[in-house]
């Protein structure tokens, strides 16, 4: 069962990037400018090895399902993957994995945005974590945790200069 809610996220990822492509084209058509080109495979590639990490741990180390564990940390990559959904639904066409600003758009104050600037990457960093501890795989999540530190760190940087938060 955990493989095939891995291939959900997958397939989730998948949709995402699709919606990506579309929400690209429409915001460079509407004057947007992208920053931070750089981070952005590396985000990608990240979010790819987290999948297949969490697949290869388990398999190789012989992962136990714990369902004291494991339940709650599915709720909790239901529960991220609503919020950056949400997310996705507030910032409508704006919303890109891309960083692309259109110059004069205002900025989404409604739902999370009333209380974190960046609430899609508090659900990106819960569920980088949650999603390898769903079987167990804690050697997945502490890597992964650190390596989604460090990239967002590198991303709320180029992302706040660019919303002019910085």
Known sequence: MYYLFILAVG????IELVVSRRHTRWSIANGGR???QGH???MVAMHTLLLVSCVVEVATA????????GW???????ASTAVRWWCVSLL?????????????APLVRRGPYRVLHHPNYTAVAV???ALPLVHSAWLTAVVFSIANALVLNVRIR???????YA
């Not at 409508?92 to 004069?104: A, S, Y």
């Open 11 to 14: 397939v989730e990822r998948l």
């Open 34 to 36: 992208e920053f931070g």
């Open 40 to 42: 952005y495979p590396v």
């Open 62 to 69: 012989h992962r136990p399902f714990i369902p004291l564990l």
């Open 72 to 78: 709650p940390m599915v709720a909790l990559v239901c």
């Open 92 to 104: 409508g066409k704006h919303w890109n994995p891309r960083l692309i600003v259109i110059p004069g």
């Open 127 to 129: 569920e980088v974590a």
């Open 158 to 164: 180029a992302e706040n200069a660019a919303l002019g």
